[in-house]
């Protein structure tokens, strides 16, 4: 998924879904937590230059998604879901069980956190001995905001240092000319649209490498491996597997939008894929887990090994 940035006033008949992805990175990054009321119709119409009806539309998406609820008289509020039910984790195939220092490791059996946020999980990862991040994505930019906030955790000691972090980042490889998206709607490739994809993804791929990199320059993560590899196509879904226990799973929806390219900022109309805050689906590999669920992760993983070990290449940025 590619960012957009900023929703100004303008004539594309897309801006809602914009919109609708700007809300759903706020409530990603806890602006706006689970029970919190949304700004007003005509706050968000004044912040965004736009009408109320596109306000409205944008709204609506979410709500559609399940993602925010609307109470009459009262606003627009971000859904609430309950605490999720802990058990201690046993033995199960494809996944460690206990950290170095013997101590149990609690796993989320019923899975009720508002699926649209990453950060809950990942803190919970990074609060393991050893952490061990496979990600396939467009451009990790959900993630690269959120391991900065865990190196920020670790680094004014709220919570114990893990001994080691590996992270294998698998992107699309924007030198490629056929990548399904981002891609001009005429169907032609425009050379400018992948460039735009690329500076992307590789500004968000070295902040994550930089946060990552500088807990063990400051000596407080003793091992730290960062690779990225590329792969010729455009991923249809984004997956973070962490620690080899928790998968979580969301999709490129392909949208049609507009972006200014240069060198006169030209209006093209192209496919692609929006929604910094996607929806996320979290599968647990975990004795208490169903074997579907186990099953679910080790397939996933060996759908990242395969493709990291046969099909990406190293990236040489």
Request: glycine share 6%; charged share 25%; with cysteine.
């Amino acid at each position: 998924m590619t960012s957009h940035g900023p929703v100004p006033g303008g004539n594309s008949a897309h801006q809602y879904k914009r919109i609708a992805d700007e809300l759903l990175k706020g409530i990603n990054s806890e602006v706006w937590r689970p029970g919190d009321r949304l700004p007003t119709h005509e706050q968000l119409a004044d912040r965004f230059d736009v009408s109320r009806a596109t306000v409205k539309e944008a709204l609506k998406l979410l709500s559609s998604k399940g993602l925010i609820v609307t109470r009459q008289g009262s606003g627009t509020f971000v859904r609430q879901g309950p605490k999720s039910d802990l058990v201690p984790q046993r033995n199960s195939p494809c996944v460690e069980n206990r950290d170095d220092d013997g101590d149990d490791v609690w796993a989320v059996v019923s899975e009720r956190l508002p699926p649209v946020l990453l950060k809950p999980y990942l803190e919970e990862a990074f609060e393991a001995t050893q952490v061990k991040l496979d990600v396939f994505s467009m451009t990790t930019e959900s993630l690269a905001a959120r391991v900065s906030d865990q190196k920020n955790r670790i680094m004014t000691g709220e919570i114990r240092p893990p001994r080691s972090i590996t992270a294998r980042l698998m992107l699309p490889d924007c030198d490629f000319p056929h990548l399904a998206i981002p891609r001009p709607m005429d169907g032609t490739d425009d050379p400018r649209v992948r460039r735009r994809l690329k500076g992307i993804l590789q500004s968000h791929a070295t902040m994550l490498r930089e946060a990552l990199f500088e807990l063990r320059y400051q000596g407080f993560v003793p091992e730290v491996d960062v690779e990225v590899r590329l792969v010729p196509f455009t991923p249809q879904m984004k997956l973070y597997i962490l620690n080899r226990r928790l998968a979580l799973q969301g999709f490129y929806v392909t949208e049609e939008g507009t972006i200014p390219l240069p060198p006169d900022r030209e209006e093209v109309a192209i496919y692609d894929a929006y929604g910094t805050g996607a929806t996320l689906f979290p599968y647990r590999a975990s004795a208490d887990s169903t074997p579907d669920q186990v099953g679910i992760v080790c397939t996933l993983q060996a759908f990242f090994d395969s493709n990291w070990d046969k099909v990406a290449t190293r990236a040489d940025f």
